[in-house]
Every structure is written in C-alpha cells, then in structure tokens.
C-alpha cells in the first residue's frame, strides 16, 4: 500500500481580508446539506465517496452538524466539509486516491494502525487503504476524490507548493462563478491538475495565473451585496457605497472577478434560494415563494436560471436531500 502524502505548507498565510472573505464560503452554489441528521451525512459521503461501510460518529449527535457542498465532474468530486462539532469518519476504504485538504481548524487521518497524523494543509491517501478523517469542531475541509491513479505519488516542497496554489486559486474563482459550466470546468481544472502534480509535472501549476490583490472599494460593493439580502440592486447607490464611479466599479468588478455587478447580484440571491431548499422541512417545498422573497417575480425565468447556475432544477435540489432521509428511514429495516 501507498504512504500517505503530506506537506507542511502553510495555504492560506498570505490572503487578504477579500481573499478570506471569499474562501469563507467554499462551494456554496454547490450546498447539498445543511442543519442536517447524523443519518443523512452518512448517507451522502457514502454516495459522494463511493464508500458504503463509511460510517460518521458525531460528539452530538442531536445537536446541529454543519454543511456539506459537493460537485462531481469526469476529473472526480470536490466536496466542502463545514462542521459546527467534532466528527470522525471511520471505515473509510476508496478505490481511488483522495486529497484531504485543511482549510481551517483541526484534521487528522488515521492510517493502517499508526498515530493520527495532522493535516497541514493536506494529505493524500492512496487507493484501497482504510482510514479515518477527524474533523475538529468549527473546522473546514475539502475532500478531492481523484478519478485518476498516479501509480507512485511524487512528494517534496514543490509538489506542496504546486497542490496548494492550485487549490487557492480554485477557492477563490468558485466565489465568482459564471454559472454551473464555469463551475464544472473549474474543478476539472483542478483535478487534473493536481493529478498531474502528483505525477511530477508542476509546470501546469507554476502558469496558474496568481490571485489578485481586489480593491477594497471592490471589496465594500461585494460585502453590501453579500450581506443585505434585503438591498434592491441599484448601480449607482452600490458605487457611490464603495467610493467609485458606476462605470468603474463595473470594470473593477469584471477584470478582478470575471462577473458584473448585477450578474454576482443575482447569483447571489440564487444561491440564497438554494440554501432555503436544502434546509426546507415542510412537506411541499415553498419554491415559488422562496423565489419570490429574493425577487424572482417570473418563476419560469426562475427555474432556468437556477438550472444554468446550478446544473439543476430547484425541485431536484429538494430531491437530493428528500432521497437521503427515505434511505435513512429505511436503513433500520434493511439492517
């Protein structure tokens, strides 16, 4: 069996207070559960993982756990672990590698018999050897399954290096995504990247374009529309808030994040949206309603919107979430 792979690269020491802002909220266009069961968390790492005997123990098991993001492509999946108490996955057996990368907080991989192992930032645990994930309270995690093999992982400074600037640029792009193709082509990107990577090759990773450093007249436009879902948007009210003119605001915005000011605007409100579905417990989803409280007055225009955002109708997000808990309410019986 392959040696897990680790690195003592420190990702995140140089970002700025944008660049946090942003990384705070890995794949959140991509929530599949939040304030959700034990049950149900178990359920959906086995499926995102495809590993049935995973088995999750919570220190509170009652108690709220956190969120989980998750988006799969042909490269593999990248899911985003937030959690609000202790866990430990246990039982874990993957028949292709996976990249467990620390984010913030505490994260340990138990392997094959040996002491925990600290990850800083990341390890990669090869195929077809059993192990367990402990995830600290308020930490953050991301799981990158790999659907390619290296057959013998390179390892060294510069591989650290390369992984972890190509995962800090993803975490920053996936704040400002263009829609559900953007986002499937960014984590393609990086999947093959990283699996490169791992075969040695670096080059790729040392062309990745660096972060910019946003203007923080950039930075108070984007906090005010992330955090005032009641603000109607209006172009000149948000430029004169930031302290720029409306036409430069909008190609501040554009050049440094790709989108405009309305079009992050409406992706936001969307993404509000879906986070309502996920947590929505009532029998029959209010979606036209949810809809409607964050603007959405069309619900047909609605709907496509959220499909070219998000790769899904509204309905199938609910559904994602609605077939974990029959499994779970079945899982006593077919035991």
């Excluded at 699996?195 to 906090?223: V, Y």
Aim: net charge positive; aromatic share 8%; proline share 5%.
């Amino acid at each position: 069996m392959g040696m897990l792979l680790t690195t003592a690269v420190s990702p995140f020491t140089c970002l700025s207070s944008m660049q946090n802002f942003i990384v705070n909220s890995e794949l959140e266009s991509y929530l599949r559960l939040n304030r959700a069961a034990c049950g149900e968390w178990t359920l959906a790492l086995q499926d995102l993982l495809g590993c049935t005997g995973l088995v999750c123990d919570w220190s509170r098991p009652k108690a709220e756990a956190g969120s989980l993001s998750a988006l799969e492509v042909g490269a593999g999946m990248v899911a985003a672990l937030s959690v609000s108490q202790n866990l430990i996955l246990k039982h874990c057996c993957l028949d292709s590698p996976l990249l467990v990368f620390r984010v913030q907080g505490r994260c340990e991989v138990v392997s094959a018999g040996k002491a925990a192992t600290t990850v800083f930032p990341f390890q990669v645990i090869p195929p077809a050897q059993t192990f367990s994930l402990r995830v600290a309270a308020d930490s953050r995690v991301l799981l990158l399954r790999l659907a390619d093999q290296p057959d013998a992982p390179h390892t060294g400074p510069a591989i650290g290096d390369a992984i972890t600037r190509c995962i800090h640029g993803f975490l920053f792009q996936v704040g400002f995504l263009q829609d559900h193709d953007h986002g499937c082509r960014a984590a393609e990107t990086l999947l093959q990247e990283i699996n490169g990577i791992l075969r040695g090759n670096t080059a790729a990773a040392s062309a990745t374009t660096a972060i910019p450093e946003p203007d923080r007249r950039l930075l108070k436009a984007i906090i005010k529309i992330r955090t005032e879902p009641d603000w109607q948007f209006d172009l000149q009210e948000l430029s004169s808030h930031a302290g720029v003119s409306e036409r430069n605001l909008y190609y501040l915005m554009k050049r440094q994040t790709g989108m405009t000011p309305y079009r992050y605007y409406q992706r936001c409100r969307l993404i509000r949206v879906r986070r309502r579905l996920v947590d929505c417990q009532c029998a029959v989803p209010h979606i036209s309603r949810y809809a409607g409280d964050e603007g959405f007055s069309h619900f047909g225009r609605f709907a496509a919107l959220y499909r070219e955002h998000f790769g899904e109708l509204p309905s199938e997000t609910v559904q994602w979430r609605r077939r974990l808990q029959a499994q779970e309410l079945l899982a006593p019986a077919l035991s």
